[in-house]
């Protein structure tokens, strides 16, 4: 082991530490509902899962983008990504943990909270905008031809 191998291990988060540092990565990016799984005792393949909702495509590519450069400062290396092009559902492999990150409908659908029912719930925050519902209000910051005719021009 070299002297920089030896110091990336030394300062290197323990896999509770890595869990609870991708936690608050999801939820200070804003992200609703997001639950930690301890699945030690239902599952071979990991120790922890963070189920997390976004509420765009580009919000789950975004946090996953962010959990990748932020972990891997740390130290923190992923195994996988997939799901990454569409944003619908995001899943990553840290090796002791998996990070879920799913719209809404997604997440309601394939229910991955019921399917590790057996797992022990560790932590669960509903985020920053958990009382708003954007997946529900019609937002456009264009007029209705699409154009920024509509615009108020003084800001």
């Given at each position: 082991m070299t002297e920089t191998d030896s110091?990336?291990?030394?300062?290197?988060?323990?896999?509770?530490?890595?869990?609870?540092?991708?936690?608050?990565?999801?939820?200070?990016?804003?992200?609703?509902?997001?639950?930690?799984?301890?699945?030690?005792?239902?599952?071979?393949?990991?120790?922890?899962?963070?189920?997390?909702?976004?509420?765009?495509?580009?919000?789950?590519?975004?946090?996953?983008?962010?959990?990748?450069?932020?972990?891997?400062?740390?130290?923190?290396?992923?195994l996988t990504l997939a799901g990454v092009e569409s944003g619908q559902w995001v899943a990553a492999d840290y090796g002791d943990f998996f990070v879920h990150i799913m719209h809404k409908n997604a997440r309601s659908f394939y229910d991955l909270e019921s399917l590790w029912a057996d797992a022990k719930i560790i932590a669960r925050e509903k985020g920053s905008a958990a009382d708003e519902d954007y997946d529900d209000m019609d937002i456009s910051p264009l007029g209705d031809d699409g154009d920024f005719d509509d615009l108020d021009e003084s800001v």
């Open positions: 110091t990336v291990a030394s300062t290197r988060p323990s896999s509770d530490e890595a869990i609870q540092m991708a936690f608050n990565i999801l939820l200070e990016k804003k992200a609703r509902d997001v639950l930690w799984l301890d699945i030690s005792r239902c599952s071979d393949l990991a120790d922890a899962m963070l189920i997390a909702t976004a509420t765009s495509n580009r919000q789950a590519q975004s946090l996953a983008n962010e959990l990748t450069i932020q972990l891997k400062a740390a130290g923190v290396g992923r």
